[in-house]
Nanobody
Framework: QVQLVESGGGLVQAGGSLRLSCAAS????????MGWFRQAPGKDREFVSR????????YYADSVKGRFTISRNNAKNTVYLQMNSLKPEDTAVYYC?????????????????????WGQGTQVTVSS
């Protein structure tokens, strides 16, 4: 099992920045990829970004490309999401998720159903 705990959410004005952190514990050696998703009220959970645990290779949704940056610190078992130039439409609960090693063949890590572990979420609110 892998446990994920997000932090860093909050209220920020449009154009501002936040950095989210996701700390992993437990069987972290079994992680294959980690991702960030978000869910606004009344909407489906939406892919934001993902990174491969060993090889990097970050990937972003078009809506955040050029504004958000995902990174990882393997020594600290932590993944970050640096969010710049925030917009009111970025307002959502942000979730961290992880793919276990058995999920290495799933391929499409933009789909929430391909993730094995989830954090509790952290609220990001961007005011206009």
């Amino acid at each position: 099992q892998v446990q994920l705990v997000e932090s860093g959410g909050g209220l920020v004005q449009a154009g501002g920045s936040l950095r989210l952190s996701c700390a992993a514990s437990g069987r972290t050696f079994s992680m294959y990829a980690m991702g960030w998703f978000r869910q606004a009220p009344g909407k489906d959970r939406e892919f934001v970004s993902r990174i491969m645990w060993s090889g990097g290779n970050p990937y972003y949704a078009d809506s955040v490309k050029g504004r958000f940056t995902i990174s990882r610190n393997n020594a600290k078992n932590t993944v970050y999401l640096q969010m710049n130039s925030l917009k009111p439409e970025d307002t959502a609960v942000y979730y961290c998720a992880a793919v276990g090693f058995r999920g290495a063949s799933r391929g499409d890590y933009s789909q929430p159903g391909n993730y094995d572990y989830w954090g509790q979420g952290t609220q990001v609110t961007v005011s206009s």
